[in-house]
């Protein structure tokens, strides 16, 4: 037993372990690969960035009257239509650029923002399917220009919320462009991926999560097979043993003084009574899980039928414990419909019960009453009585109270299950009344 739960709280232990990691694997995947999404929107947006600028600067061109030569001199100049102005030589395609920019810019016809950001917002629908929110602000600040320059190297810089662009527009401009992180499109975008991300997820933790309370009722279910082992051999080998002993006394003729014989007689019938009484509470409740309990109703004196039930317990002799029971009936004298193997074991378990739970002194009234088609039996003890976290749960399967927890008081803990179920098979309803230390009451209402 104990390798058992070592080995379950092991298997507990993994489960949950494998939950957490399975979140935490899920959250890093997502963050990765809205990441890597990112990454690539930002890549796609520099190269759109650039097509815009050049774009723009060719608009700007074709915009003027004016034409732009380029030469080198120490002295910029205006001839006419023309602007001459010093520059660098040209290298390359990307520098020619550069020295239009710094020809328009020298002119005072400098490409605009507005201009920029139209190219670069059709560029954007065209290479991602959508536009992000963004910013774009042209810099000819040398502070900056000189800060950005040394940085270089991090013409993309992404950051929490909103990542940026440098894209070099002249020898002496930059373009920045702010743009939102767009996760609320990429999340409307990849919602179904997301969803069946999140539908796996919680399968997977529904699954680990319910093997995880299918091993705490096996546990569970191993601990009481254990207690119902022990307490079932006990309650049947009390009463057995006991009417072993009869019988032995009977062969040695041990019961022939006046009144032994008549005792031991009902002291063996109230000890088989016990044993049928446990049996069938047991057999009742095999049937009840697969069905409900079947009811085979007939018309009773409710007076013949109570005095009889109880006979045996008047009977017996509990020394040193002293039993007194007491029975009143509303009418005196009535008869209602009722399942009469049903409700001689509810009977007997209520008064088993309120015999078990009492002092050296028990006094429990009994008390039937009938109004029109109201049938109502009550039991009333004076027992230890249950709290009323107790009277809860008291109805449950194997439920045998807090007074119980050290088992001084032997029993299975399906008896009052077993009145529950009986008395709902008659369409009626069973509830109790309870005080610690001052005694019980069960009463078990249902339409004749």
Same mark, same amino acid.
């Given at each position: 037993?104990?390798?058992?739960?070592?080995?379950?709280?092991?298997?507990?232990?993994?489960?949950?372990?494998?939950?957490?990691?399975?979140?935490?694997?899920?959250?890093?995947?997502?963050?990765?690969?809205?990441?890597?999404?990112?990454?690539?929107?930002?890549?796609?947006? *520099?190269?759109?960035?650039?097509?815009? =600028?050049? @774009?723009?600067?060719?608009?700007?061109?074709?915009?003027?009257?004016?034409?732009?030569?380029?030469?080198?001199?120490?002295?910029?100049?205006?001839?006419?239509?023309?602007?001459?102005?010093?520059?660098?030589?040209?290298?390359?395609?990307?520098?020619?650029?550069?020295?239009?920019?710094?020809?328009?810019?020298?002119?005072?016809?400098?490409?605009?923002?507005?201009?920029?950001?139209?190219?670069?917002?059709?560029?954007?629908?065209?290479?991602?399917?959508?536009?992000?929110?963004?910013?774009?602000?042209?810099?000819?600040?040398? $502070?900056? =220009?000189?800060?950005?320059?040394?940085?270089?190297?991090?013409?993309?810089?992404?950051?929490?919320?909103?990542?940026?662009?440098?894209?070099?527009?002249?020898?002496?401009?930059?373009?920045?462009?702010?743009?939102?992180?767009?996760?609320?499109?990429?999340?409307?975008?990849?919602?179904?991926?997301?969803?069946?991300?999140?539908?796996?997820?919680?399968?997977?933790?529904?699954?680990?999560?319910?093997?995880?309370?299918?091993?705490?009722?096996?546990?569970?279910?191993?601990?009481?097979?254990?207690?119902?082992?022990?307490?079932?051999?006990?309650?049947?080998?009390?009463?057995?043993?006991?009417?072993?002993?009869?019988?032995?006394?009977?062969?040695?003729?041990?019961?022939?003084?006046?009144?032994?014989?008549?005792?031991?007689?009902?002291?063996?019938?109230?000890?088989?009574?016990?044993?049928?009484?446990?049996?069938?509470?047991?057999?009742?409740?095999?049937?009840?899980?697969?069905?409900?309990?079947?009811?085979?109703?007939?018309?009773?004196?409710?007076?013949?039928?109570?005095?009889?039930?109880?006979?045996?317990?008047?009977?017996?002799?509990?020394?040193?414990?002293?039993?007194?029971?007491?029975?009143?009936?509303?009418?005196?004298?009535?008869?209602?419909?009722?399942?009469?193997?049903?409700?001689?074991? $509810?009977?007997?378990?209520?008064?088993?019960?309120?015999?078990?739970?009492?002092?050296?002194?028990?006094?429990?009234?009994?008390?039937?009453?009938? @109004?029109?088609?109201? $049938?109502?039996?009550?039991?009333?003890?004076?027992?230890?009585?249950?709290?009323? *976290?107790?009277?809860?749960?008291?109805?449950?399967?194997?439920?045998?109270?807090?007074?119980?927890?050290?088992?001084?008081?032997?029993?299975?803990?399906?008896?009052?299950?077993?009145?529950?179920?009986?008395?709902?098979?008659?369409?009626?309803?069973?509830?109790?009344?309870?005080?610690?230390?001052?005694?019980? @009451?069960?009463?078990?209402?249902?339409?004749?």
């Amino acid at each position: 037993m104990k390798k058992r739960t070592s080995a379950s709280n092991v298997m507990r232990v993994v489960s949950i372990l494998g939950i957490i990691c399975l979140l935490a694997l899920q959250w890093v995947w997502w963050r990765n690969a809205y990441r890597a999404v990112e990454m690539d929107m930002m890549s796609k947006s *520099e190269e759109c960035l650039r097509v815009s =600028i050049e @774009e723009a600067l060719m608009y700007q061109l074709d915009s003027t009257s004016k034409g732009i030569k380029v030469v080198n001199t120490s002295i910029g100049e205006k001839v006419g239509k023309v602007t001459k102005f010093t520059s660098h030589s040209a290298r390359n395609t990307t520098e020619l650029i550069y020295i239009l920019e710094e020809g328009l810019n020298y002119d005072h016809r400098p490409v605009t923002e507005q201009r920029i950001d139209i190219n670069f917002c059709r560029a954007l629908d065209e290479k991602l399917g959508f536009i992000p929110n963004h910013t774009i602000q042209i810099c000819r600040d040398s $502070v900056q =220009i000189d800060s950005i320059s040394r940085s270089r190297f991090n013409r993309i810089a992404i950051g929490s919320g909103q990542d940026t662009i440098y894209q070099q527009l002249g020898f002496q401009a930059y373009t920045i462009v702010n743009i939102q992180s767009p996760i609320k499109l990429y999340l409307k975008k990849g919602a179904f991926i997301l969803a069946i991300s999140i539908i796996l997820v919680l399968l997977v933790g529904s699954i680990l999560i319910l093997q995880f309370i299918s091993m705490q009722r096996d546990r569970k279910f191993a601990d009481f097979i254990v207690d119902y082992t022990r307490m079932i051999t006990h309650d049947l080998r009390t009463p057995v043993s006991g009417i072993q002993m009869i019988f032995k006394m009977f062969q040695k003729n041990e019961t022939s003084q006046e009144g032994i014989k008549d005792k031991y007689l009902v002291e063996g019938e109230h000890l088989t009574k016990k044993i049928l009484l446990n049996l069938d509470n047991i057999l009742y409740m095999a049937k009840s899980e697969q069905r409900e309990l079947p009811v085979h109703l007939m018309e009773v004196n409710v007076r013949d039928f109570m005095e009889n039930a109880i006979s045996i317990y008047r009977e017996r002799d509990y020394n040193p414990k002293e039993v007194n029971i007491e029975t009143h009936y509303e009418p005196e004298t009535f008869t209602c419909s009722m399942d009469v193997g049903l409700m001689e074991n $509810v009977v007997c378990n209520l008064v088993e019960n309120a015999i078990k739970f009492t002092g050296m002194e028990a006094n429990i009234t009994v008390t039937c009453r009938r @109004e029109k088609e109201v $049938v109502e039996f009550r039991f009333r003890d004076n027992g230890l009585g249950m709290s009323a *976290e107790d009277q809860k749960r008291i109805f449950e399967l194997f439920e045998r109270g807090s007074a119980n927890k050290k088992n001084q008081f032997p029993g299975f803990g399906i008896g009052l299950h077993f009145v529950e179920r009986a008395v709902k098979a008659h369409g009626g309803k069973v509830s109790v009344q309870s005080e610690v230390g001052k005694g019980t @009451e069960f009463a078990i209402r249902y339409t004749s």
